[in-house]
């Protein structure tokens, strides 16, 4: 490349190696600009190795009007990077990058390989192909303005120093799972840029409940049931499908959707939780179904005649909770005891007292306020030149692909409108 044409290439500096950072980096820089990747770590998408479960699941395959069912905080603001860089354009890319993906149940769409690492590879061989400079072990402390204008960045590695470019993507990421590199260091970069940052919170997190119960549960995973969670007397939130005890509480798919649809509110007041566990059961049909099994077990104990009906180890905790004798013969449990039963069958009680830490949220709901952003181009509307993608922006979604979709489709949309 001459001196002179290097010159005219617009300089990029990407802050954050994570998947907007990486996103962004390799598109800018096949679209023709000159592009530094700056990366705290020591390797690349710490996080996104440890998306789906080590096997990342990067998009949802469902229609593009679909996703935004999906996303929780401000939709709107993400319709333009997400119809320039839908689902099924961020599965082309990745494949023609020559990574084979799959799609599974609920439009998840993986690596055929089941490897996030793979999805690392694809994007930091294409930015190594693209000329993208990558500086790991190199810790951005700062970045300077000049006349309402992205200058430079000050890094701290071995020596402090300041490099300067065209313009800079901050792709920081949140706060969840900090051992990953986000420490929420962009949300400090946006307020020193003059940018409004709104509450933030773990989100997509397990929840913690008052008392043991939890506990004497923990790993048993209950499928096909209803959640109904009650806020302030309100009833917020039924849904069925699938929950988890945990050594403090509850999570799995009802409960993260829960967390991520009433984050403030149960972070403020908790909640009240029932789980219906024969939600296709009504009483009257529980009922005859409750006889049917203590006549077939007549002269067994209480406490051993609910195996057909209930797991293994939620039988003591409901037991107990019922109050109902568990030597007594079932032949002598009286109709008001059942009753009891029943209605612990149909309304398992528990108390929400808080929401689970961003060690172990899957996002982090809040941040930069995109009002002050423009949604067509991802550039801070108070400074020029600077661009704020993924994580870092007041954007969340929920569980199936769509926080990667965000990502991705943010970072192109800025690569797109800084080269353009
Ligand atoms: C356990 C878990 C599982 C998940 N699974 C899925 C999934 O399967 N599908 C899905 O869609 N989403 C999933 N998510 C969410 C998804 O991983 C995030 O939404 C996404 O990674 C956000 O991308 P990002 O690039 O904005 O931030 P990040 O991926 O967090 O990247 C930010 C990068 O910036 C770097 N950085 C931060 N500050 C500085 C600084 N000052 N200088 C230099 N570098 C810096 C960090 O080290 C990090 O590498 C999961 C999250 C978790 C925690």
Request: proline content about 3%.
């Amino acid at each position: 490349m001459t001196g002179r044409r290097r010159k005219l290439m617009k300089e990029l500096i990407v802050v954050g190696g994570g998947a907007a950072g990486m996103m962004g980096a390799l598109c800018a820089a096949r679209m023709g600009a000159k592009v530094t990747l700056i990366e705290k770590n020591e390797k690349l998408g710490k996080k996104l190795y440890i998306t789906g479960k080590g096997r990342c699941n990067l998009t949802n395959a469902c229609d593009t009007a679909d996703f935004f069912k999906n996303v929780v905080s401000n939709p709107k603001f993400l319709y333009s990077s997400v119809y320039g860089f839908d689902p099924q354009a961020v599965m082309s890319f990745f494949e023609e990058l020559g990574l084979k993906l799959k799609t599974e149940r609920g439009n998840r769409v993986f690596p055929d390989s089941d490897k996030s690492s793979d999805v690392i590879r694809a994007l930091e061989q294409g930015m190594r192909k693209e000329g993208v400079e990558i500086l790991l072990n190199t810790t951005v402390e700062k970045i300077n303005t000049e006349n309402g204008a992205f200058s430079s960045v000050t890094v701290e590695n071995k020596d402090r120093k300041c490099l300067k470019a065209d313009a800079c993507f901050i792709a920081t990421g949140g706060l969840s799972y900090a051992s990953t590199g986000s420490t929420g260091d962009g949300y400090r970069f946006a307020k020193e840029a003059g940018h409004r940052i709104t509450d933030v919170f773990p989100s997509l997190v397990g929840l913690k409940c008052e008392g043991d119960l939890p506990s004497r549960m923990e790993g048993l995973s209950l499928k096909n049931i209803e959640l109904s969670a009650r806020i302030e007397k309100k009833v917020v939130y039924r849904e069925q499908g699938e929950l988890l005890f945990t050594h403090n509480g509850v999570s799995g798919p009802l409960i993260l959707t829960l967390s991520a649809k009433f984050t403030k509110k149960l972070a403020a007041s908790g909640a009240e939780l029932f789980i219906d566990l024969k939600p296709a059961l009504d009483r009257e049909a529980l009922d005859a179904r409750i006889l049917r099994d203590f006549n077939e077990a007549a002269n067994k104990m209480f406490c051993n005649s609910l195996d057909k009906l209930l797991p293994s180890s939620m039988i003591p905790v409901i037991v107990e909770l019922s109050g109902i004798d568990p030597q007594k013969r079932v032949n002598s449990v009286t109709k008001e005891e059942r009753k009891r039963l029943l209605e612990l069958i149909k309304a398992f009680p528990l108390t929400v007292t808080s929401i689970g830490g961003y060690n172990e949220a899957v996002v982090t709901k809040g941040g930069v306020d995109v009002k002050e952003i423009d949604p067509s181009t991802m550039e801070s509307k108070l400074v020029r030149g600077l661009y704020f993608i993924g994580e870092v922006l007041d954007v969340d979604a929920l569980t199936g692909g769509f926080n990667l979709q965000i990502a991705w489709s943010t970072a192109y949309c800025a690569a797109l409108a800084f080269t353009g």
